[in-house]
Structure formats: C-alpha cells, structure tokens
C-alpha cells in the first residue's frame, strides 16, 4: 500500500516570499504520479501541480514548482511571490499509473500568508 | 468551477438516518470517484465508479452504498448514520478509468446529530 506523509501540519510565510512544502512517499511502484491539490477555505480542491514520475524534469506552473526526487520519495512543493490568496490547505496526493486507482492523500499543510 | 457538481451543499441529520448525497460529473467523463474527509482520518476513498459500474474500492463501510446511473451521475448512499459519519465528502470525476486527473466537486457537508 501507498503512504504520503506531510510532515509539516502549519506554516506561514510573508506576502512575496518563497515557502517550501515537503513531501514524502512510500510505494514499491515505478510508474505514477505525484499531486498537489490546494484546498482554500471555499472547500473546493484544485489542483495545483502533477508530476509525473518517468519524467525526470520537475514540473512547474507559473509561480508553483516541485522538487521531485524519486530514489528519496520526496516530492516537495515550492511556492514563489506568496501571495494572500494562496493561503490555504495543501495537500500532496500519490496515484499509481495504472487504471481505476484513486488519489492516496497526506494530511495536508495548512498554509497562512501573512501581509 | 471544476463542473463537477455536488448536491445538497450541507446536510444535517440524526443519528440512525439515511441520506442521498448527489453528484453529476464534468460533461464527457466516465469516471466518478467518492472520497471523504474527516478531522481525525483526513481525506480517503470510498469509491469509484465507471461508466455505471464499480470499478474500486476503498474504505467504504457496509452502511455506505454507491451507484451510477444511465446519465452518469452518481449517488452515495448513506444509512443508519453514527456521529462519526459527520465530515465533508467529496465527488471527483475523470474521463476514463485511466485518466491522472481528477477534477473535484466542492463537496457536501454532512453533520450528524
């Protein structure tokens, strides 16, 4: 079975500042995929990045970008120019990349931009 | 707006009761995931359906039964409620049974009384 572990339960950071989330993972798969879903305080969950893990390139989208390192099962989410409206739960997800499986959650970090 | 669209928004009951929870997916997706989120267990699946049949399961009680019908929308049923059923659950859907992303619904909260 697969495990996400998020071993940061708060933080905060400064308005335009860079924080950084981790992410750790167990699994003996080699093929799958690797999440960040933001859960503001609307409730909704919205994905904010995917990784795919054949893919050695870290992913990135605008100010969001992880580094991934699969042989350590660290999957780490860093957040640039923090901005009020990112404050909010984050969590790290693990999907196999095979059919008809569902997201595996951590805990998730709560996530406080300060002005 | 993810499109996935999850009625009631809030439901609140008593212990012992039964209660409908309704989801409709984004237009075109087959696949529809129910997870639930609750203090103490944080978020996990329930659920999967495709194309109007289970697909997978999770850790679904015997008290909590699903099903997606003909138009593919789905139904979480959800009987002889305890004070520990209370949490928010989610609807996800996907286009197919392989597809890596899921797109989620806002939820409905479920308090038990």
């Known amino acids: 079975a697969q495990t996400v572990t998020q071993s940061q339960p708060e933080m905060s950071v400064q308005e335009a500042e860079t924080v950084t989330l981790s992410c750790t993972y167990d699994?003996?798969?080699?093929?799958?995929?690797l999440f960040w879903y933001k859960q503001p305080p609307s409730r909704q969950m919205i994905l904010v990045i995917r990784?795919?893990?054949?893919?050695?390139q870290n992913a990135t989208e605008n100010r969001f970008s992880v580094n991934f390192q699969k042989a350590a099962k660290s999957f780490s989410l860093k957040i640039s120019d923090s901005q009020l409206g990112d404050t909010a739960m984050y969590f790290c997800?693990?999907?196999?990349?095979?059919?008809?499986?569902?997201?595996?959650f951590g805990k998730g970090t709560r996530l406080s931009v300060i002005a | 707006d993810s499109g996935v669209t999850q009625t009631p928004k809030h439901l609140i009951t008593a212990t012992g009761q039964r209660v409908t929870l309704r989801c409709s997916p984004r237009?075109?997706?087959?696949?529809v995931y129910w997870y639930q989120q609750s203090l103490d267990q944080g978020l996990q699946f329930l659920i999967q359906?495709?194309?109007?049949?289970?697909?997978a399961k999770g850790n679904i009680l015997e008290r909590f039964s699903a099903q997606q019908f003909p138009d593919l929308h789905s139904e979480l049923n959800l009987s002889s409620l305890e004070l520990g059923d209370s949490a928010l659950y989610f609807c996800?859907?996907?286009?197919?049974?392989?597809?890596?992303?899921?797109?989620f619904g806002a939820g409905t909260r479920l308090s038990v009384l």
């Open positions: 996800a859907s996907s286009v197919d049974s392989y597809a890596n992303i899921q797109y």
């Open positions: 699994t003996s798969e080699n093929n799958y995929y």
């Open positions: 990784q795919e893990a054949y893919k050695q």
């Open positions: 997800a693990f999907m196999k990349r095979t059919g008809n499986t569902p997201l595996v």
């Open positions: 237009s075109g997706d087959l696949s």
């Open positions: 359906y495709y194309n109007g049949e289970e697909r």
